[in-house]
């Protein structure tokens, strides 16, 4: 292979680019954190800078720095983005697009936003591309991406330069392989930030990967960290829902955010608080526990997901994202029948490989290979002519015969199947201590994750047999926006066509969870959403936009209860929704569905279900709460106990200056209680100075809400 150029220089990096492509540079960079900031920076100062030269950038995910949208935010997230965020640099790109200038000749184009976070943005909403996460690799060749940056690990090893595509190896070397399959031109850069975590297996690529390999001082800085975010009630009820959906010796997949930490605490309460578990989950369901997982995970659950986020780690710290797969069809499969009982390499192991023809009884080389790979035999084992030798012990090359066969399991078994994976990503974003731990874990443990392709995770083309042996009762947990009362599901944009975030894996996620026999799709939504508009359900008659159509519709779980719609009628469908819709729309979604003959005229809402109201949610749950099985950071928070106090004050006033009759009411009540916030409060938000009437009634309101 061709080995790469060595820069030294971020500036002279870019003048390599502009010198070797003549026309527009269409470039091509990961979602989340494998994005080599400064150097995309560079490249697009110069390009702003030369309103001759045009770029297009293809991406998705772009992270920003946390703002506040008013003084008070702005004074409050200052010292924390500071502490938190570390020298991160943002995206001058990022910057410009919400500004709304970006420059004419240059366009930014993604296929997932952050969340929410563009709405109304004109550059952003006619640049977004709709696409399966399987997809991007292919829609970038149709952009016509000339070049691939990312930010890589690095290691000196024996053999010298080690590299790791680290947190993105989900779609680059699809990308590379399309693009250099077709004979279309394009330069790849890999940009070394000694920040990011190393990952092996999936992840690791040679030099010669690379045409160019940047190692500037000036690349290498914090990854971006989101704190941790406050898991509410309604998170838990639902994490603890889905929790129990989940089977011992199955497959596991979440999503970032506060309800994948609290399906994360909720397994961690299910397989170390046995009867707690239980009797919070009998508070929350009226129906009855028929049909649910409550016991512990004896075998362990094996972690595939195309985003390796924080609560996965600490299941797999906690022992429970612990089953491991194999990369042999055959040897998975004989590992779910039980033929090989455990990892544990026993004579029964080889007899098992031997009766299913994945080794012939006189070992090739290939055999023998494929038997220490794996740790069957051990690594010294080699074959001589038609004699298998292990240090002294000599034995003919035939493991039908008996006498032979125990000789080999006496003097030449391994102890442990080798080469088990226990967590699948394609790539990760998490809180500071989530990378700390991935750079300081043990190397038989980093060995055990595998950082890999996203064509690998999200879909079960190719290695077909393999994926589906290694995913056995497969839970795919998936959040949405919105569901209808006939079981379509809205997650990515709004009735207008406005995006909120993107399709991304989602799509194919369904598809899997009924394309393999034991699989469940569980869609998860908070019953309710609340806006300026006011306070909406989430479950609603129709929507005018479907990311996923109502035949593909399974489990839907909110914080009232669980949904099962697999193979259900129309009727029994709407009917299971209301169930676990929030009471105060009950009515409502009932008279819709009647006017639209898809309820019997005289259909009432079942007693058991009247009462889903936040209210009755808390008081369920507070006790649990209390006793510390539902903590609001069950994964620990960068924030200080003084931030969270003010971050709940500042929820509040945030939430009512949408609302100005609920404003009204907070002022004359502030006003009335006469309450002051501690002085250290309103140094840090700017108010301990107040002297307008606009800033003294802010003070006043701030601590009215502590």
Not at 100 to 111: H, M, W
Not at 470 to 495: C, H, I, P, Y
């Amino acid at each position: 292979m061709t080995q790469p150029l060595l820069m030294d220089s971020i500036d002279a990096c870019v003048d390599h680019v502009l010198d070797s492509i003549a026309g527009d540079i269409v470039l091509g960079i990961p979602l989340g954190v494998g994005k080599p900031n400064p150097f995309v920076n560079a490249l697009y100062r110069r390009i702003k800078g030369n309103p001759l030269r045009k770029l297009r950038i293809i991406t998705a995910l772009s992270l920003e720095k946390p703002v506040g949208h008013s003084p008070l935010e702005k004074h409050f997230l200052e010292p924390l983005v500071e502490r938190v965020f570390g020298n991160y640099p943002d995206l001058d790109y990022v910057k410009d697009s919400r500004a709304g200038c970006l420059p004419p000749n240059i366009e930014v184009r993604e296929f997932f936003l952050k969340t929410g976070d563009y709405l109304g943005n004109s550059a952003a909403q006619l640049g977004y591309i709709s696409t399966n996460y399987t997809f991007v690799a292919r829609d970038m060749a149709v952009q016509g991406i000339n070049v691939l940056a990312q930010a890589v690990a690095a290691k000196e090893g024996a053999h010298g330069l080690r590299l790791s595509l680290s947190s993105n190896p989900d779609v680059s070397h699809e990308v590379v392989d399309k693009m250099r399959s077709a004979g279309l031109p394009l330069m790849t850069i890999g940009v070394i930030n000694h920040a990011m975590p190393f990952m092996p297996h999936g992840a690791e690529v040679s030099p010669a990967f690379f045409d160019v390999v940047l190692n500037d001082p000036a690349a290498t800085h914090d990854v971006f960290a989101p704190p941790n975010a406050k898991v509410s009630a309604a998170d838990y009820a639902i994490g603890l829902h889905a929790a129990s959906l989940v089977a011992d010796g199955g497959t596991l997949q979440i999503g970032i955010g506060s309800l994948g930490d609290a399906i994360g605490q909720a397994l961690l309460v299910r397989d170390r608080h046995g009867v707690e578990f239980q009797n919070i989950l009998k508070s929350l369901c009226p129906a009855g526990l028929q049909g649910r997982e409550l016991g512990r995970f004896d075998q362990g659950l094996y972690g595939c997901s195309e985003m390796f986020v924080n609560a996965f780690l600490r299941l797999i710290e906690a022992g429970i994202i612990r089953r491991e797969v194999y990369g042999d069809t055959v040897l998975q499969q004989l590992l779910n029948s039980g033929a090989i009982a455990d990892e544990t390499v026993t004579p029964q192991t080889l007899r098992a490989l031997l009766d299913a023809r994945r080794v012939r009884s006189s070992l090739g080389q290939g055999d023998l290979d494929f038997l220490k790979h794996y740790g069957v035999l051990r690594p010294e084992v080699q074959l001589d002519g038609e004699t298998l030798v292990c240090g002294h012990h000599r034995y003919a090359n035939k493991l039908r015969d008996e006498a032979v066969f125990e000789h080999v399991c006496a003097h030449m078994l391994g102890s442990r199947l080798l080469g088990g994976i226990s967590m699948t990503g394609g790539f990760f974003l998490g809180p500071r201590d989530f990378y700390e731990r991935l750079r300081s874990m043990p190397e038989q443990e980093l060995a055990k994750i595998d950082m890999t392709r996203i064509d690998f995770i999200n879909q079960l083309y190719g290695d077909d047999a393999l994926k589906r042996a290694q995913r056995r009762k497969a839970r795919f947990m998936n959040t949405t926006m919105v569901v209808t009362l006939l079981g379509a599901a809205a997650s990515d944009a709004l009735e207008s066509g406005q995006v909120v975030s993107g399709v991304g894996g989602q799509y194919n996620f369904v598809a899997m969870s009924h394309a393999l026999p034991d699989a469940r799709l569980v869609m998860m939504l908070r019953a309710t959403h609340d806006n300026k508009d006011g306070l909406k359900s989430s479950i609603v008659w129709s929507y005018g936009n479907v990311t996923i159509p109502r035949h593909l519709r399974d489990v839907v779980v909110t914080e009232y209860g669980v949904a099962e719609l697999r193979g259900q009628s129309d009727s029994e469908v709407v009917k299971r929704l209301i169930a676990v819709a929030d009471s105060r729309f009950q009515p409502e979604l009932v008279r819709q569905a009647k006017a639209h003959g898809k309820l019997e005229s005289d259909y009432e809402v079942p007693a058991a279900y009247r009462h889903n109201l936040p209210e009755t949610l808390q008081a369920t749950l507070r006790p649990w709460a209390q006793a510390g099985l539902l903590p609001d950071f069950p994964f620990g928070t960068d924030l200080t106990e003084d931030e969270q106090h003010m971050v709940r004050a500042m929820k509040k006033l945030k939430h009512a200056s949408s609302h100005p009759g609920e404003l009204f009411v907070m002022a004359v009540k502030s006003l009335w209680d006469g309450k002051e916030a501690p002085q250290a409060y309103l140094e840090r938000l700017g108010l301990d100075d107040a002297h307008s009437i606009k800033d003294l009634l802010m003070r006043r309101l701030f601590a009215g809400n502590l």
